[in-house]
């Protein structure tokens, strides 16, 4: 995430990725990355917990809502489609 981060604010500000003008402007790119966040959180210390909850509820509703269905679905009429038996 920071990486990516990093990467795109070197593209958008039009730095290098290394040599001495990185190494100059590392520490504000840093600071982009990390202070909003921050800020964030300290703001609201439960934004990240809902977060989390929105994010773990949309995760669950895919695993377990979505794809079995596509799976049944899948095996009935795929390209190999082979009668489902069960015994």
């Known amino acids: 995430f ?4 990093l990467d ?3 593209d958008v500000l039009k730095l290098p990725r290394e040599g001495p003008t990185f190494e100059e402007w590392k520490a504000p790119l840093f600071a982009l990355v990390f202070l909003p966040p921050l800020a964030l959180a300290l703001l609201d210390p439960t934004i990240f917990y809902n977060a989390l909850d929105y994010g773990g509820a949309f995760g ?3 695993l377990f809502l979505v794809l079995p269905p596509l799976m049944v679905w899948g ?3 795929g390209d190999e489609a082979q009668p489902l038996a069960t015994k």
């Open 2 to 5: 920071v990486y990516g981060l």
């Open 8 to 10: 795109a604010l070197t």
């Open 75 to 77: 095996q009935r009429y």
């Open 60 to 62: 669950v509703s895919t």
